[in-house]
T-cell receptor, first 113, second 117 residues
Framework: AQSVSQHNHHVILSEAASLELGCNYSYGGTVNLFWYVQYPGQHLQLLLKYFSGDPLVKGIKGFEAEFIKSKFSFNLRKPSVQWSDTAEYFC???????????FGKGTTLSVSS | GAVVSQHPSWVICKSGTSVKIECRSL??????MFWYRQFPKQSLMLMATSNEGSKATYEQGVEKDKFLINHASLTLSTLTVTSAHPEDSSFYICSARDTTSGANVLTFGAGSRLTVL
């Protein structure tokens, strides 16, 4: 069955530190990849997505992610985090347009000021 | 942009009662909506795919008679938790894709938190 693995359960960083959150998926075919963020008490918001083309994807709020097909990975990065980035981050995969997203377990990011 | 509205956002009910949660796509049509369940500190688990005008498709392990889904129109899907029990307490989230604009991303509702006493 298709699955999504997020390696880091809880990441604690100081402001201005660099961030990288890991995401690996198990599906071997063509996939669409997503990163969502969920701020405390709020709904999921799309950070960025990859469908095809340039494997380095830039999203909102200074986030970017790199799709490495050979590693089945789609890691999320940000050069310098802010306190306001404290949130839950979810990686998600879907096999084709119109189908449901399969989510990873999520990573809690805590940024101290 | 596309907006998905859920109602109620928060509901408390007694064990044995049924609760209906609405998911509406605002300003766009959605032939397909997805219902997820999120336990505290855990990920979103897909429960079912709601299809307008036809039966919902449930994921393995999700009880069809327990979680009734009705997709009555292109903008509304409802999830009814029947004979709710404390273990049904959870955060229920719906999502929809704007099928008319060609947008290829899902928009999520703000979620509905159900607490069963």
């Amino acid at each position: 069955a298709q699955s999504v693995s997020q390696h880091n359960h809880h990441v604690i960083l100081s402001e201005a530190a660099s961030l990288e959150l890991g995401c690996n998926y198990s599906y071997g075919g063509t996939v669409n990849l997503f990163w969502y963020v969920q701020y405390p008490g709020q709904h999921l918001q799309l950070l960025l997505k990859y469908f095809s083309g340039d494997p380095l994807v830039k999203g909102i709020k200074g986030f970017e992610a790199e799709f490495i097909k050979s590693k089945f990975s789609f890691n999320l990065r940000k050069p310098s985090v802010q306190w306001s980035d404290t949130a839950e981050y979810f990686c998600a995969v879907r096999k084709q347009a119109g189908t449901a997203l399969i989510f990873g377990k999520g990573t809690t990011l805590s940024v101290s000021s | 942009g596309a907006v998905v509205s859920q109602h109620p956002s928060w509901v408390i009910c007694k064990s044995g009662t049924s609760v209906k949660i609405e998911c509406r796509s605002l300003d766009f049509q959605a032939t397909t909506m997805f219902w997820y369940r999120q336990f505290p500190k855990q990920s979103l688990m897909l429960m079912a795919t709601s299809n307008e005008g036809s039966k919902a498709t449930y994921e393995q392990g999700v009880e069809k008679d327990k979680f009734l889904i009705n997709h009555a129109s292109l903008t509304l899907s409802t999830l009814t938790v029947t004979s709710a029990h404390p273990e049904d307490s959870s955060f229920y989230i719906c999502s929809a894709r704007d099928t008319t604009s060609g947008a290829n991303v899902l928009t999520f509702g703000a979620g509905s938190r159900l607490t069963v006493l």
